[in-house]
């Protein structure tokens, strides 16, 4: 069996195992514009090891393990996951992978729709693949990259609906009002 068809036969069984066990880990429960605290709530992991909520910033990141939130789904394991906050509003949702083959881009489709005509660089024996789509609320950039005999992917969960905020923050970040 060609290298491709194994990596295909892989990516197809992922998506069976990660569509049977997906309504867990539904980032959707997360609502853009939610406060850093209702996302802390929300989680329901110990707060002991979570960095505390400072006043008067503008930008927060709430850092927690895959494994951790998503307790049951083997996709997570090894994933940090990053809440990014501007102005105590949350706007955006990352994840980071380095595995044997992709496997975030199934929970993501899973979760986000379907992205139709992908790279063919992402079914290469060592792919290497960009691309976005989006939803109702949500634009989901996803990247896939080669690292020696592994994989390295991104997926970030951007708000449609908080472009205000990020160019106050970019002008605040210029030095600027």
Known sequence: MSKNKILILTLLLQLLFVGSVQA???????????????????????SEFIEPYVEGTSQHF?????EDFCKKET??????????FLYNKLVEIQLM?????????MW????????????????????????SWEDSKAVIAYSVE??????????????????QSYEKFAIEQEGGK
């Not at 880990?25 to 929300?42: E, I, L």
């Not at 993501?108 to 691309?131: C, H, L, T």
């Not at 080669?146 to 472009?163: F, G, K, P, R």
Request: aromatic fraction near 14%.
């Open 24 to 46: 867990k880990c539904d980032f959707k429960s997360f609502k853009f514009g939610d406060s850093y605290k209702s996302t802390v709530s929300k989680l329901k992991i110990d």
């Open 146 to 163: 080669s690292v020696a005999s592994d994989v390295v992917e991104s997926v970030i969960i951007q708000s449609l609906n908080h472009q």
């Open 62 to 66: 709430l850092f927690v393990a895959g």
């Open 108 to 131: 993501a489709e899973s979760i986000y729709g379907v992205k139709e005509n992908k790279p063919n660089s992402f079914y290469d024996e060592f792919p290497i693949a960009r691309w």
């Open 75 to 84: 996709v997570f394991q090894g994933v940090p996951i990053q809440f990014v």
């Open 97 to 105: 992978s380095l595995s044997e083959a992709p496997k975030l881009v």
